[in-house]
Nanobody, 116 residues
């Protein structure tokens, strides 16, 4: 049974910071890509940031320079440091993992709310 447990969401004022964490456990095997997605009410889920096992990163244009994704391969964890938060960053954030075998797993989601 594979589990992705997220933490770190909450309510913050515009300009503030939050750090999201996600820990993968269970018989997940080797992980290729770890990523964060978000979904705001009435909008499609979108990729926010991704990081490969080798450390290559990719970011949504609107978060570049504000968000930083990092991972600990030994602990199967991924983090998203979010700075200079804006009201438009408000969404449910989901952790996503792609294994080397091509399986995808999702976390349960954590709410991030940025007040103006």
């Amino acid at each position: 049974q594979v589990q992705l447990v997220e933490s770190g969401g909450g309510l913050v004022q515009a300009g503030g910071s939050l750090r999201l964490s996600c820990a993968a456990s269970g018989s997940i095997g080797s992980i290729n890509v770890m990523a964060w997605y978000r979904q705001a009410p009435g909008k499609q889920r979108e990729l926010v940031a991704a990081i490969t096992s080798g450390g290559t990163t990719n970011y949504l244009d609107s978060v570049k320079g504000r968000f930083t994704i990092s991972r600990d391969n030994a602990k199967n964890t991924v983090h998203l440091q979010m700075n200079s938060l804006k009201p438009e960053d408000t969404a449910v954030y989901y952790c996503n993992v792609e294994t080397l075998r091509g399986y995808y797993y999702w976390g349960q989601g954590t709410q991030v709310t940025v007040s103006s």
